[in-house]
């Protein structure tokens, strides 16, 4: 295989991972095609996840990336099939519509959003929502929808993003940025949880809290589920998930709801995080503050806790409190005007995946596993934040592709059955193999919401 993106060097800012050495990485290097590297880029992710893998268990050269299954998994909700029915993709009022002066990315899936962009445009149609974006210019249009808490992101150029405050903020320091508090204690402490045996599931016994949504936290700790931990997703009872989309990362986990909101709800979250191994949060940036979810309380509550927080945004920036998905980062940052076409006139494109999703998935693991292995050496944890806007950079940062590479198309994937609440499940795999053996997930996703809010 031609050479990968060294995405493991963030890792190497740990004292532990300073001489580690990259997991292999088996298959084909191209497949996708287009200008941007993002075979790069998904290959990269993946091995940071299983070289942190391979420091924590002391499995050098056992696990490695197959380029098939990476592939796959990172559409993997294009190959879902649940009960012979393809997944529903973007929501109708979600996507590139045009303005004023150019175009406008929107989100609308989730129905609160949806409600929030036709009240803030004042309309109830399609049609009278296209009326009133043509009569905004995009930006105005972003600013107008982002004040009524709706999102959207206007369609830059990359020159137009670069000149921008918010990308000074997403293209400084490393692609993982860790926190690990100085320990208290000069003798180092036993940690509370050690590796399993098992190279197919060596973190059995760890407790992972998982408060994410939508894709990149999910793809995160369903591969955490993958390799054996307890995985407990918790999500507000009003803003459910979508279906589809549990259903692609519920793999080996168990769900639950809580509303922070209630006081009685909130502790017992946090009776949850008192006996947590990992936290894992995908809100906006700061958007757990007030309840005491954030990075320093939930250290200063327990100090050896591994916690990896997730925003699209960062956590500087003009915009690092603003609500974000995969696709608006593509819209703003140039992903979108790079890769558009000519359809009858000039239109937007997108990544042939949603790479900056599943990209910053692997990070979020690769920074617990690697959080992990500096706990058991001190005793102590730490945190890492990640950010959909910080991978856009990531990509933008990999030398651009040769047109020849772009032969050899995507590679087919293995697909597995399972029986499952919602419906024989057709489903692709984790990207990672042991031995040469692909990884398996073990169970299939429960009912949404219907598991206890309780440790196993």
């Known amino acids: ?38 075979e790069g880029l998904a290959l990269g992710s993946v091995q940071a996840a299983a070289t ?43 996507g590139f519509r045009p303005t004023a002066d150019g175009w406008i990315r929107l989100h609308a899936n989730y129905p609160h959003h949806a409600a929030r962009l036709m009240e803030t445009l004042r309309t109830t149609t399609p049609d009278g929502l296209d009326r009133a974006l043509r009569s905004m210019t995009a930006l105005e249009a972003e600013m107008a929808i982002t004040a009524g808490r709706g999102v959207a992101a206007a369609v830059r150029t990359r020159e137009e993003w670069t000149a921008t405050p918010m990308h000074v903020a997403a293209s400084t320091g490393p692609w993982i940025g860790f926190t690990c508090p100085a320990s208290q ?23 992972v809290l998982d408060l994410t ?58 009776r949850l995080l008192s006996a947590a191994d990992v936290v894992v949060t995908g809100y906006r940036y700061g958007g757990l503050d007030r309840f005491g979810l954030n990075p320093d309380a939930m250290l200063a509550a327990r100090p050896d806790l591994v916690v990896v927080t997730l925003s699209a945004w960062g956590s500087s920036g003009p915009w690092n409190g603003r609500r974000g ?17 000519e ?75 399972m029986d499952s609440p919602y419906g024989p499940l057709r489903f692709v795999g984790p990207p990672l193999t042991m031995d040469g053996v692909p990884l398996q997930y073990g169970k299939a996703p429960v009912k949404y919401g219907t598991s206890a809010l309780a440790w196993q």
Request: with cysteine.
């Open 52 to 94: 942190a893998l391979e420091f924590l268990t002391g499995s050098t050269g056992r696990y490695a990336v197959s380029s098939e299954l990476t592939a796959a998994s990172f559409d993997s909700l294009g190959h879902l099939r649940i009960s012979g029915r393809k997944p529903e993709g973007f929501a109708p009022m979600s």
């Open 343 to 417: 359809d009858d006139g000039w239109t937007p494109g997108a990544l042939p995946v949603q790479a900056l999703d599943h990209a910053t998935g692997y990070g979020i693991a690769a920074a617990a596993l690697a959080l992990l292995s500096e706990r058991l050496h001190t005793g102590q944890g730490g945190s890492a934040h990640v950010s959909l806007a910080r991978t856009a950079e990531v990509l933008f940062s990999l030398p651009l592709r040769e047109p020849a590479s772009s032969v050899g198309g995507v590679p087919i994937p293995d697909f597995h059955l």
């Open 325 to 341: 998905f995969d696709s608006l980062v593509q819209a703003a940052c140039g992903i979108a005007e790079r890769y558009g076409y």
């Open 185 to 207: 204690d000069e003798t180092p402490r036993p940690s509370s949880w050690i590796p399993s045996t098992d190279p197919f599931r060596p973190l059995s016994g760890l407790k």
């Open 1 to 38: 295989m031609e050479p990968v993106p060294d995405l493991t060097g963030s890792l190497r800012l740990l004292d532990a991972f300073s001489t580690a050495e990259p997991a292999a990485c088996i298959g084909p290097r191209w497949w996708w095609g287009g200008s941007l590297d993002v």
């Open 213 to 270: 949504r939508v894709i990149a936290g999910p793809t995160a700790t369903r591969l955490l589920g993958a390799l054996g931990a307890d995985v407990l997703r918790i999500d507000p009872p009003g803003l459910p998930e979508l279906t589809d989309a549990f259903v692609d990362s519920g793999f080996d986990k168990r769900s639950a709801e809580a509303d922070l909101n209630n006081a009685g709800a909130l502790e017992v979250v946090h």
